[in-house]
């Protein structure tokens, strides 16, 4: 049917009209017509697409009242990373910052934008010649899941770019929420309904976005705030961060309203302050504050360390306590067989959830604290952080009270737990033949970084691991067609794409399986550095590794005593890499079911790249001994330990007379007063980096 132009034109108006309107409504909270009048635009729209259909596009107002149901949510590689932000939890922390930005920067002064932190569900939104096309969640950080269906019915997300002249891409970025007078009114109504309700709006808004119906995410009020932009083709010149956040609000993107400019760490901690006082009362809940070095140029010179920009940093509120009770501790199995003690508790409200469990982090930790079956403790909880005990409250102690002991069997499969003593951990040593250790091992297998299996993620896994179909990572390169396709949510174009990808992994890098298999201690790096010095899994496989770590320690041994003489040192076997990783190796490959492992992944026809040959480096700590104690700001200790390690140092948790360095970071208790007693060489953490070479 030609429809006619006159139509063309009006169903274009209206749905400007009307988008215009949603902003308005739903963005600004400022309305320009009353309900009557924006329904009866609405009900004209909604005629002429039904006389001529041709004319119904996705991004149409039309479209947002939700469709069927989705049969699962798709992935979505994200063309620049969405990476998490570095965390303050005092005013020491944002001087810190602020130091470190104006240092790289080399200027006196630095502009910083400010916002608030949002707490809800991170987003991007992919706008392609001004139109929507695509909306996902962070995930990981590089891939997340396609939820644009669900997206198009917030109404407070433009369907076009407002802009007359729309840029080629676009990725807005932002969080997804419920305001706080929506979530009261949807708990109200499912009190009306003898329903269960919701326990906070972050929890309600990530629930809601990821239903496969549609439907039901159309008929809660979600809302979104933009607070920075991705990919970008054919956008203006922006100098400034908060020129991006102005030309994201006049295309009618809802962006907060309390952003502010600041100059240097006193304006960033008034801004703090202020954000603080005026809390309760936003529209919607917050976190914490949001600091971005304002001018772009300065963003690209700070870069990113790790995960996170060093331009940005979340400065989060204080952490809620609340009191309860231990009603038992329990050991959950982690994917390297480390075994967590976790308090039971009886429930309490704290950190805007009901809290049930809360970690104790190890046997030493639960020593020191004196935690006991039957006390009253003090819960702490801060935002996505996982709730953990900060000390018991002794005089309410029973006489019953009893302490708990580690298990010498693995709760899950029953085998010998040894104990770590450099990490004071426990951990099992079933291996890949755990059960508890089995999901993890795999999902780690197949991650991004391992082996790269698209499509092999955590659902799953654990829909393979409980069908008992998939035992080892070798047990994948049997899967086929028809036994995915049979699966809960998994359709057979799905499930070839699987086979497929899983097929091509395997011709990965030999480091790749190494890392892959998960070693305990065994990072990218140090997976690097075996993968080159052995040249195969089978050299691997047939190393003497007692031999290897006695010419290491006795190398590292004879270096310590020529380095007192100032006299030229021996280069050691697998520079990089340190006697207790080489033990953790010796360990894992000594067992019989893991050498079964990797058999059957060379049978599956798993045929690793081997490195080019060329020689290995020294390791610039080799032989040294690290303790690491108090807050670091510009690595995690997982990543300050795994540079130790690659460089051919060792890491401990205690400190002795034969401890070369201590580390020290914000509060770094009494490891730091330990170290000056004994006379131990104490690093900042740039004198760290420094020694490192980076």
């Not at 959830?353 to 039957?374: E, Y």
Request: with cysteine.
């Amino acid at each position: 049917m030609n429809v006619p132009r006159d139509v063309r034109g009006r169903v274009a108006a209206l749905r400007e009209e009307i988008e215009r309107h949603n902003h308005q409504y739903y963005a600004l909270d400022a309305p320009l017509v009353s309900d009557a009048e924006y329904d009866a635009l609405f009900r004209e729209l909604q005629e002429l697409e039904e006389k001529f259909p041709e004319l119904v596009v996705p991004e149409s107002p039309t479209q947002r009242i939700g469709t069927q149901p989705q049969a699962e949510f798709g992935d979505v590689r994200h063309r620049l990373p969405m990476l998490s932000l570095g965390n303050a939890f005092d005013n020491e922390d944002v001087v810190a910052f602020d130091r470190r930005v104006r240092e790289a920067l080399d200027v006196e002064q630095v502009e910083y934008a400010a916002e608030p932190k949002f707490d809800g569900l991170a987003i991007s939104l992919t706008y392609a010649d001004g139109v929507f096309v695509r909306g996902a969640t962070r995930g990981d950080g590089y891939t997340g899941e396609d939820v644009t269906a669900n997206l198009r019915t917030i109404r407070a997300i433009p369907m076009r770019i407002a802009a007359r002249k729309a840029p080629a891409l676009l990725e807005v970025r932002g969080e997804v929420l419920m305001l706080k007078r929506d979530f009261e009114a949807m708990n109200a109504a499912q009190r009306a309904k003898a329903e269960r309700e919701f326990v906070n709006p972050r929890n309600a808004a990530a629930g809601s976005l990821r239903q496969l119906d549609t439907r039901i995410t159309a008929s809660r009020r979600l809302t979104f705030y933009a607070y920075g932009v991705g990919a970008a083709e054919g956008i203006p010149g922006f100098t400034r961060h908060s020129e991006v956040l102005d030309y994201l609000a006049a295309n009618w993107f809802r962006v907060a309203a309390e952003r502010d400019v600041v100059t240097g760490v006193d304006g960033l901690l008034s801004y703090y302050g202020r954000i603080g006082t005026q809390r309760i009362a936003l529209p919607y809940d917050i976190d914490g504050v949001v600091y971005k070095v304002n001018e772009l140029v300065a963003q690209e010179r700070l870069g990113f360390v790790a995960r996170a920009p060093r331009f940005a940093l979340a400065h989060k509120f204080p952490a809620e306590e609340a009191t309860s009770e231990v009603v038992s501790i329990e050991v959950q199995v982690g994917r390297t067989g480390a075994l967590t003690p976790v308090a039971r508790l009886t429930p309490v409200f704290v950190g805007g959830v009901t809290v049930t469990n809360a970690t104790l982090h190890n046997l030493d930790q639960v020593r020191a604290k004196d935690v006991r079956i039957g006390d009253t403790v003090i819960v702490r909880r801060a935002g996505d952080v996982i709730p953990e005990v900060v000390r018991v409250l002794a005089e309410k102690r029973p006489t019953d009270a009893r302490e708990f002991h580690m298990p010498e069997q693995c709760p899950v499969c029953g085998s010998a737990v040894e104990r770590i003593e450099s990490e004071a951990v426990f951990r099992c040593t079933g291996g890949l033949f755990c059960a508890a250790q089995r999901k993890q091992a795999i999902r780690h297998y197949a991650s991004r970084r391992a082996m790269d299996i698209e499509g092999v993620g955590e659902k799953l896994v654990d829909q393979l691991v409980e069908s008992q179909i998939v035992h080892t990572p070798a047990d994948l390169y049997h899967l086929d067609v028809p036994t995915l396709a049979a699966l809960e949510r998994m359709a057979e174009k799905s499930a070839a794409n699987v086979v497929a990808a899983i097929e091509q992994s395997k011709h990965r890098t030999l480091a790749r399986l190494i890392y892959a298999l998960g070693m305990h201690h065994v990072g990218e790096e140090v997976a690097k550095i075996l993968a080159q010095y052995f040249g195969s899994i089978d050299g691997l496989l047939n190393a003497d590794w007692d031999a290897l770590i006695a010419d290491k320690e006795r190398v590292q041994k004879e270096n310590t005593r020529r380095r007192s003489r100032d006299e030229a040192l021996l280069e050691p076997v697998l520079p990089g890499v340190g006697p207790e990783i080489m033990q953790s190796v010796a360990n894992f490959l000594r067992q019989s079911h893991n050498r079964e492992v990797i058999r059957a992944l060379l049978d599956s026809g798993v045929t690793p790249e081997s490195p080019p040959a060329r020689p290995l480096r020294r390791g610039k700590v080799d032989g040294r001994t690290f303790v690491l104690t108090g807050a670091l700001s510009k690595l995690s200790r997982e990543e300050a330990t795994a540079r130790i390690v690659a460089e051919g140092g060792r890491v401990t948790g205690s400190v002795s007379k034969k401890t070369d360095y201590v580390v020290v970071g914000a509060d770094p208790g009494s490891k730091y007063q330990k170290a000056r007693e004994l006379g131990v060489t104490v690093l900042e953490e740039q004198d760290l980096l420094n020694l490192l070479g980076q």
